[in-house]
């Protein structure tokens, strides 16, 4: 079992404005974590799609997407955008369960 050692959690509001917020705060923090500019860069294009299909897809009845930037003792790199819409197919209970391959990207770093 892996174990967290850093992380990283905000909220971004469900709407298409606020994309570029999501990925400002992840460029911010993966930069101060350290990381390359291209991990930087590819995980900047993954958060935008993902808050981008939150505000497509769930924006109606999920106001917020919950965002998860994890690094995992073996230097995985956990990116997890999740939304409350009560009829989710799948949750992301945890950034590494299953349940959250449709919504988290991780890679050695």
């Known amino acids: ?3 967290t050692v850093m992380r990283h959690d905000f909220q971004v509001i469900s709407e ?3 994309v570029p917020l999501a990925r400002r705060e992840t460029t911010k ?4 974590w350290g990381m390359s500019e291209d ?3 590819t ?3 993954i958060i935008s799609e ?3 299909n939150v505000v497509r897809h769930a924006a109606v009845l999920s106001p917020t997407a919950a965002v998860t930037l994890a690094v995992e003792e073996q230097a995985a790199l956990v990116l997890a955008v999740a939304d409350a ?3 989710s197919r799948s949750r992301c209970p945890s950034p590494t ?3 959250a391959a449709a919504c988290s990207w991780s890679t050695p770093w």
């Not at 923090?29 to 101060?32: P, S």
């Open 97 to 99: 369960t299953s349940a």
């Open 16 to 18: 298409a404005q606020y």
């Open 50 to 52: 993902l808050v981008a």
């Open 29 to 32: 923090v993966l930069t101060d």
């Open 43 to 45: 995980a900047c294009l």
């Open 85 to 87: 819409h009560p009829l």
């Open 1 to 3: 079992m892996s174990s």
């Open 39 to 41: 991990v930087v860069d």
